[in-house]
């Protein structure tokens, strides 16, 4: 399994528990989303940024996550994307890991209150149990809208997704 399922499908499952990073800041109001629809930043070729959305991302499991960012991002670059994929994300999330970036600190995208990004994943000194070990770690990131949250609240997300980003195999296997 890829990372970017696995990234994508706990970013999606913690957004259940935290709803407040799920929707859209509109007319001087928060409207929280009942769907998950997760954005994916994907680079055009010939330069340009776009986030279409995998719908309903929390009830894919990781199989179906990865096929479907594989063709999201084929379509994105060929042209085929829908206008809808578009405007559904109610959140994105962006990874400039495979570029070589350890850390992310996305700009988010209007009217969406909140991106979340991920680097490149990196083998550090650990200490486990009292002894060093080598981890492998990726940093993850959050912007947030402090009209709809706040950095307490982001706080308790992102442990949410370490949380579930920690088994993997269990992640993959949630779908509702």
Known sequence: M???????????????RFPAFNGFFREGKFEPSSAIH???????????????????ADKLPCDELMNRMRDLVQR?????????????????????????V???????YPPQVALIGFGKIVVRPWV???????RSI????????????????????????DRLMQEPDQLCKITT
């Open 2 to 16: 890829l990372m970017g399922a696995i990234v994508m499908k706990a970013v999606a499952s913690a957004l259940r």
């Open 38 to 56: 997760v954005g994916m930043a994907i680079s055009i070729r010939g330069g340009g940024l776009a986030a279409p959305a995998i719908r309903d």
């Open 76 to 100: 994105m670059r060929a042209g085929r994307i829908r206008s809808s994929e578009i405007a559904d994300a109610t959140i994105t999330v962006s990874s400039l890991g495979e570029r070589g």
């Open 102 to 108: 350890e850390a992310l600190y996305g700009v988010i």
């Open 128 to 134: 486990v149990a009292d002894s060093i070990v080598p």
């Open 138 to 161: 990726v940093t993850t990131t959050l912007s947030g809208d402090h009209r709809v949250s706040d950095g307490h609240a982001g706080a308790l997300f992102l442990v949410e997704i």
